[in-house]
């Protein structure tokens, strides 16, 4: 068996996957990511109730991956591949960067779990992703050959770029605060309830700001359509930066609420980028409809190792 984890600023999804025949989970489980101390605790927690033993673990995190070891950004968790194997008695434990595990997801989805935000005419292996939930996640998706090549990124934590007098103002009230202004202090569900704030000068939940939103509240439609077109435009410039013609998936656990304001805000801003504009608008645009895709794509990847694909290793970087 095949433990999967994917381990996120708000909630940890884990599962156990078979090595071999169809990847569906076993004993999927949700869980309160600060309810626990660290990663360690939180996985002896899921085998005490799940009662399995799995030879290897797969772990999805949020954070960057160096040398199999993480600090979960949001979370402030630290993880080690060889503490949490000594300590949990595996065989092998491998850490991915949780959007690298989604891209690996993705190659492992039907059809029906993607949602056209945007048509095009894909071409090319290369293809992005982009998933604001607690921080904001990039990763490259490159399927010129099988297994696919993932390259995780920290894109989300490069400067947020602003484009109106509005994000200005925004921007400058970030930068008071904290001093860097990330993408993902704007495109991400903390990000939304700052630019809520901003506006208001209340605190919401970004649930409740996207509640708000759909009922006409001003101040929360205004703070969901600047989020939409700023998802739009880093979408768009992350399409640029890689020549990713094959498409964009989104994800995350903002993305789906957002939907109501694609149309409006998040196309438009993909397309506005001048003389560059005809190739945005060959490429498609998707939303990933499936609950947990790190955590397939997790599992996905232990079967390349278990089956011995050359797979990119973690462990190189």
């Known amino acids: 068996m095949i433990l999967a984890a994917d381990i996120g600023g708000t909630r940890a999804r884990l599962a156990l996957f078979p090595e071999k025949g169809p990847l569906r989970p076993k004993k999927l489980r949700v869980f309160t990511s600060r ?30 991956v160096l040398g199999q070891k993480v600090h979960l950004t949001n979370l402030g968790w630290r993880v080690s591949a060889q503490a949490l194997r000594k300590t949990l008695g595996l065989e092998e434990v491998v850490l991915l960067n949780d959007l690298e595990a989604v891209a690996y997801g993705v190659t492992a989805l039907p059809a029906s779990q993607f949602e056209s935000v945007k048509p095009g005419r894909p071409r090319g292996a290369v293809s992005v992703l982009v998933a604001p939930g607690t921080g904001l996640g990039e990763a490259v998706l490159i399927r010129k050959s099988w297994p696919p090549v993932v390259l995780p990124t920290e894109g989300g934590h490069a400067e947020f770029p602003a484009d109106s007098e509005e994000e200005w103002q925004l921007y400058r009230e970030l930068k008071a605060r904290y001093g860097h202004v990330s993408l993902e202090r704007v495109i991400s569900g903390p990000g939304l309830a700052a630019v809520f704030k901003f506006f208001s000068r209340k605190s919401l939940s970004p649930e409740e700001i996207v509640r708000r939103a759909g009922e006409g509240d001003p101040h929360a439609e205004r703070a969901v359509r600047l989020v939409a077109r700023a998802l739009g435009r880093e979408a768009g410039t992350l399409v640029l930066k890689t020549l990713a013609l094959a498409g964009v998936y989104l994800a995350g656990g903002l993305a789906p609420a957002l939907r109501p304001w694609f149309e409006s805000e998040l196309v438009p801003a993909f ?38 694909s050359h797979v990119r290793s973690p462990k190189d970087r």
């Open 35 to 64: 309810d626990f101390r660290g990663a360690g605790s939180l996985l002896r927690a899921y085998l005490h109730l799940a009662g399995e033993s799995p030879r290897l673990a797969v772990l999805a995190l949020a954070g960057p």
């Open 271 to 308: 397309l506005e980028k001048g003389r560059l504009r005809e190739i945005l608008l060959r490429v498609p645009v998707r939303l990933i409809k499936h609950p947990y895709p790190a955590l397939m794509g997790a599992a996905l990847y232990g079967r390349l190792l278990r089956s011995g």
